[in-house]
Every structure is written in structure tokens, then in C-alpha cells.
């Protein structure tokens, strides 16, 4: 077989492809020895008809359509291969020659993979943050402790107050009129969770139980609801319990009750070791998206529209399969927000073709490097992996190469040790908390 690729446009590439007759006669006995099972002729059995009444019988374009069918997307693999061509959609592809005893020829016309023009990538100056755990961090986190393990008392009288857990009944009221999703019942309203809008909370403290109220707020103009945005509401809200949490002392006792340490100072120590690892693994993430955005930045692409549309794609996919987990489907939620797929299509296109270039440019520096992860490297990811499932790493391996999820162990380790030697090669200065930006 003969290839050629010729670069037509700046993303298109003209494929003309040559396959060798011998090859083709092959295709052509196999059409016929698949066609002539299924067709009956008067006067023979069925599967038993000569090729030459056969093709007198349904025609020889039905025999030689047949065995294209099967040459040509093997031609076309094995002629990307060749050519060292990547493609990002299904081949054009229009059929030049087509006679037994000469070679088949066909052209394929198909989008590829942007050629990128890289930019700066090494030496770049970026600034990493030093992040300091204070003892304020820790009490913090020893609070939070404590919340999560305090005990919720349930209690016959009294008034909300900031920290309780108040059970409500709301009916919410536009201009008169109730709205969707303005109702709730037996609702376990945190104060100070900042959950609800405003300072409906707020207004939530000091009420008894049995009292009712009326809670006026006005919905944020970035709502997420647009019929809402900075519209007045009142509330009617109802108490009909109140729940109080009872916290722990700070010692030993709740240190042993809630930790495998014996003593408050030690779980201490541990807290500020885990908040320093957390502090050094943020300033590290700061630093590799700063290294990024400058790569990206520095680099020059024409991404095509299939690409974009192909991630966009993805990015509503993983939304609706985040809904689906949450009971909801993706039509709730563009119902709710009265917008459309239409809309939020567009909304995605900025950091789609943001995502799409990011990729091509990582995989651009990585080619250019050659980095490629070594056995050692692939083993050992996959021990971690099977470390975390609990299975034998060979079974892992195996099932994975089996079901060709192998590849995406490489690419992925391509993908850390390309954002390695970005980091390795770039000027890291030392910052201060203040520069830190989310």
C-alpha cells in the first residue's frame, strides 16, 4: 500500500491512498463468499451460486461496494499510521479507481490535530506563595472538630440563636405571588451556614418555637436564577423546632474520642502537619496553573471548530452525569435557569477552546522534549492504583490492557511529568501570603 498526505488548509489534510490489487482481489472473493450466503438464484443453492452468475445476477458494483466497505477503513488506519497524521473527525473520502486487476486508489479528505506554534516555556518566572499555618489555623481546625462531633440537642423551648439548627416552614412571595422553589417544609435551616440569601439567617435568630414571621431579602443580580435576580421576596417563616449542638471540652478526652492520639497536644501537632502538607500542595497547584497560563499564553493556535465542539460535548456530559448522581437531569436544571443547550453551548465555548489549547500545548512541549515515562514509572502508578483498590497490581495491568484503558496510565503520567519539567525548568521566586489568588 502507497500513501501520501498533502497539508490542503491549515487544518485539513488530503490523504491518496494505493491499494495493491492482490489485496483488493482478496476483499472481492470475501464479498462474494459473504454475499452469495444470503442470496438465493433460481437454479442453485443458496451459498452455492458461481461468482460469475452471481455477478450477472445482482450486478459486480454490489460485490465490489461490499468489498470497499471493508478495505477502505482498514487502508485509511493503516495509511494514518504511515503518515504519521492526526485526525480530530471522520474522513471525507471519494473513491478514484475501482477495477479488478488494478490497484484500488481513493482519496480522504479529514481534519487533523492544529500544528502549534510554541512559545517561551522554559525560564519562565513565576511566584510561589508561602503559605504559614498559624495556631489561629489550627484552633480553627480543632473547632471544625468539634462541630462535626458535637452532640445535637433537641430542645422544648427557647429562641434560635447563631450555631442552631433551626426547622422551618417557609412559603416565599414575589409581589404578592409565590415562586418556584419559594417553599420548603420541615426545613433544617443552619444559622450562620450562609446558605440562604441575604440576611434571611439573620433575621431567623431570636425567633421562638410556634412564632411566625414575615422575612424580607432581595435576591443577588447574580442569582442563578434570572426571573429572581434583585427582586424583593418576603418569607413567611414558621419555627417549629430548634436543635442545639453540645461541643466537646478541648483536652484529652475529646483527642482519644475523636483521634487515634492519646493527647490534645499531639493531635495538635498533627493537625499542623496535615493543614503545612495541604498549605504545600496549594502553593505548588498556584504555582503550576501560573506556569500554565503563561505557556498557554506564550503559544499560538488555530484550534478548529471540532475540537471545540467535541469538548464542549464533553463538558454538558460531565455536568449531566454530575446531575444524574444528584437525582436530577440536565433539562431540570435548563428549565430552572431558563436557559437552553443552545445557551449553554456558547457559555462553554470560551473555556473549551481555552481546554482544548491547553491540551495541544502540553502535548506539543512533551513531544518536543521527548518525555515519556518509563517502565519503572508505569509499574509503579499502577501499584499505587491497585495499592488504593486493593488488587493485585498484574490483574490491574492486565484487565487494563485488556480493555485498552492502558494508554491513559501513559498519557496521564505524560501529562505530571510534562507539568514536572515546567516547574524544573522555570524561576520560581518566593512570595508572600498576600499574593495568593483564587
Same mark, same amino acid.
Given at each position: ?6 497539508r ?7 490523504? $491518496?491512498?494505493?491499494v495493491?490489487?492482490?489485496?483488493f ?6 464479498? #462474494? ?13 443458496k451459498g452455492?451460486?458461481p461468482?460469475i452468475?452471481l =455477478?450477472? *445476477? ?5 460485490? #465490489?461496494? =461490499?468489498?470497499?466497505e471493508?478495505?477502505?477503513? $482498514?487502508?485509511?488506519i493503516e495509511?494514518v ?8 473527525d471522520?474522513p471525507?473520502v ?11 486508489? @481513493?482519496?480522504a479528505?479529514?481534519q487533523?490535530?492544529?500544528e ?12 510561589k506563595?508561602?503559605? &504559614? ?5 489550627v ?7 468539634q462541630n462535626?462531633?458535637?452532640?445535637l ?18 412559603l416565599g ?6 415562586f418556584?422553589?419559594?417553599e420548603g ?7 450562620g ?5 441575604g440576611d434571611f439567617? &439573620?433575621?431567623v ?11 424580607q431579602v432581595?435576591?443577588? $443580580? ?6 429572581l435576580?434583585g427582586?424583593?421576596?418576603?418569607f413567611?417563616?414558621?419555627v417549629?423546632?430548634?436543635k442545639r ?6 483536652d484529652d478526652?475529646f483527642a482519644?474520642?475523636v483521634?487515634?492520639?492519646?493527647? +490534645?497536644e ?6 499542623? &502537619?496535615?493543614?503545612?502538607l495541604?498549605? $504545600?500542595?496549594?502553593?505548588?497547584f498556584?504555582?503550576r ?8 499564553d506564550n ?6 471548530d471540532?475540537?471545540?465542539e ?11 452525569n454530575? @446531575?444524574?448522581n ?8 435548563l ?5 437552553s ?5 456558547e ?5 473549551a477552546e481555552r ?5 495541544l500545548?502540553m502535548?506539543?512541549i ?11 514509572d ?6 499505587r492504583?491497585?495499592?488504593l483498590?486493593?488488587q493485585?497490581p498484574?490483574?490491574l495491568r492486565?484487565m487494563?490492557d485488556?480493555?485498552?484503558?492502558l494508554? *491513559?496510565?501513559?498519557?496521564n +503520567? ?6 514536572? @519539567?515546567?516547574?524544573? &525548568?522555570?524561576?520560581i521566586?518566593?512570595?508572600?501570603n498576600?499574593?495568593i489568588?483564587?
Amino acid at each position: 500500500m502507497k500513501a501520501n498526505a498533502e497539508r490542503i488548509e491549515k487544518n485539513t489534510v488530503l490523504l $491518496e491512498v494505493e491499494v495493491d490489487s492482490e489485496l483488493f482481489s482478496k476483499a472481492v472473493d470475501k464479498a #462474494y463468499r459473504k454475499i452469495v450466503r444470503n442470496v438465493n438464484v433460481p437454479g442453485f443453492r443458496k451459498g452455492k451460486t458461481p461468482r460469475i452468475i452471481l =455477478e450477472r *445476477y445482482i450486478g459486480k458494483e454490489a460485490i #465490489y461496494e =461490499e468489498a470497499m466497505e471493508e478495505l477502505v477503513p $482498514e487502508a485509511y488506519i493503516e495509511a494514518v499510521k504511515d503518515t504519521g497524521i492526526e485526525p480530530i473527525d471522520k474522513p471525507q473520502v471519494e473513491i478514484v479507481q475501482v477495477e479488478e486487476g488494478k490497484p484500488v486508489v @481513493f482519496k480522504a479528505t479529514v481534519q487533523v490535530k492544529p500544528e502549534i506554534q510554541l512559545g517561551q516555556y522554559k525560564g519562565l518566572e513565576v511566584v510561589k506563595p508561602v503559605i &504559614n499555618v498559624t495556631d489561629e489555623d489550627v484552633q480553627k481546625e480543632l473547632e471544625r472538630l468539634q462541630n462535626s462531633h458535637a452532640k445535637l440537642l433537641t430542645l422544648e423551648e427557647g429562641v434560635v440563636e447563631n450555631g442552631d439548627i433551626a426547622v422551618i416552614d417557609f412559603l416565599g412571595k414575589i409581589d404578592g405571588e409565590p415562586f418556584k422553589g419559594g417553599e420548603g417544609k420541615e426545613y433544617s435551616l443552619e444559622i450562620g451556614s450562609g446558605s440562604f440569601i441575604g440576611d434571611f439567617e &439573620n433575621q431567623v435568630i431570636g425567633m421562638p418555637i410556634g412564632e411566625t414571621r414575615d422575612i424580607q431579602v432581595t435576591f443577588p $443580580e447574580n442569582y442563578q436564577v434570572e426571573e429572581l435576580t434583585g427582586k424583593d421576596a418576603v418569607f413567611t417563616v414558621t419555627v417549629s423546632g430548634i436543635k442545639r449542638k453540645e461541643l466537646s471540652q478541648l483536652d484529652d478526652e475529646f483527642a482519644k474520642d475523636v483521634s487515634e492520639f492519646d493527647t +490534645l497536644e499531639e493531635l495538635k501537632e498533627d493537625l499542623t &502537619n496535615k493543614l503545612q502538607l495541604n498549605a $504545600e500542595n496549594r502553593s505548588n497547584f498556584i504555582v503550576r496553573r501560573e506556569l500554565l497560563n503563561k505557556v498557554v499564553d506564550n503559544s499560538v493556535a488555530e484550534i478548529p471548530d471540532t475540537m471545540i465542539e467535541q469538548q464542549i460535548g464533553e463538558m454538558i456530559a460531565n455536568m449531566a452525569n454530575s @446531575f444524574a448522581n444528584q437525582g436530577l437531569s440536565i433539562q431540570d436544571y435548563l428549565e430552572y435557569t431558563k436557559s437552553s443547550k443552545e445557551k449553554l453551548s456558547e457559555d462553554f465555548r470560551p473555556e473549551a477552546e481555552r481546554n482544548v489549547k491547553t491540551a495541544l500545548v502540553m502535548e506539543s512541549i512533551a513531544k518536543t522534549e521527548q518525555i515519556v515515562p518509563s517502565e519503572e514509572d508505569i509499574k509503579a502508578e499502577i501499584e499505587r492504583i491497585a495499592s488504593l483498590y486493593r488488587q493485585d497490581p498484574e490483574e490491574l495491568r492486565n484487565m487494563l490492557d485488556n480493555e485498552g484503558r492502558l494508554s *491513559y496510565i501513559t498519557e496521564n +503520567l505524560v501529562k505530571e511529568k510534562t507539568f514536572q @519539567f515546567l516547574v524544573d &525548568n522555570a524561576k520560581i521566586i518566593e512570595g508572600t501570603n498576600s499574593q495568593i489568588e483564587e
